[in-house]
T-cell receptor, first 110, second 115 residues
Framework: EDQVTQSPEALRLQEGESSSLNCSYT??????LFWYRQDPGKGPEFLFT???AGEEKEKERLKATLTKKESFLHITAPKPEDSATYLC???????????FGTGTKLQVIP | NAGVTQTPKFQVLKTGQSMTLQCAQD?????MSWYRQDPGMGLRLIHY???????DQGEVPNGYNVSRSTTEDFPLRLLSAAPSQTSVYFC??????????????FGPGTRLTVL
């Protein structure tokens, strides 16, 4: 059974204080690892897809990296508008084989 | 494009009532799915469809029915609502490029309370 564990559950940062979110996974044949952002009361919004170990992707202050066992979402010099819950998901087979983690709730304080 | 739309945004039901959550997408995506999101549980797949006329069960299908008569629409029906179905429901759509699976586009969600 595929498993996804995200840590920490919650993270509070000062504006400008860089940090990383972790997504550890166990899957039988990774097809893709996805990062989403979810604001309160809204649906998840896609950020990145990573397909193989060693791959990296960047978008503004966010950078996602992937190894064979985990993925990191690095946040550089965060701003209050980066406050949200960040979800990690892995796909190991067909469309039905997508497993989500429980998310990391990030709060960036001005 | 409106993307993925869901109605209603909020709903309160009494135990035993039935209702249909509506979902539509205008991106011509072949894949559509329904998830429920509960505190501490993450998103869990209820049902999914890989095209019109084709549906299948996900991780937590009991108590729910789906149908897919068109590419655009994928309604979720609660047969006889129970308090355990109190949750936030998200509809999502996606597409496949060759052998690669792509990201899912989520709707804004329906917050359902069953009394």
């Amino acid at each position: 059974e595929d498993q996804v564990t995200q840590s920490p559950e919650a993270l509070r940062l000062q504006e400008g204080e860089s940090s990383s979110l972790n997504c550890s996974y166990t899957v039988s044949g990774l097809r893709g690892l996805f990062w989403y952002r979810q604001d309160p009361g809204k649906g998840p919004e896609f950020l990145f897809t990573l397909y193989s170990a060693g791959e990296e992707k960047e978008k503004e202050r966010l950078k996602a990296t992937l190894t064979k066992k985990e993925s990191f979402l690095h946040i550089t010099a965060p701003k209050p508008e980066d406050s949200a819950t960040y979800l990690c998901a892995v796909q190991s087979g067909g469309y039905q084989k997508v497993t989500f983690g429980t998310g990391t709730k990030l709060q960036v304080i001005p | 494009n409106a993307g993925v739309t869901q109605t209603p945004k909020f709903q309160v039901l009494k135990t035993g009532q039935s209702m249909t959550l509506q979902c539509a997408q205008d991106m011509n995506h072949e894949y559509m799915s329904w998830y429920r999101q509960d505190p501490g549980m993450g998103l869990r797949l209820i049902h999914y469809s890989v095209g019109a006329g084709i549906t299948d069960q996900g991780e937590v299908p009991n108590g729910y029915n789906v149908s897919r008569s068109t590419t655009e629409d994928f309604p979720l029906r609660l047969l006889s609502a129970a308090p355990s179905q109190t949750s936030v429901y998200f509809c999502a759509s996606s597409y496949r490029t060759g052998s690669s699976y792509n990201e899912q586009f989520f709707g804004p969600g329906t917050r359902l309370t069953v009394l």
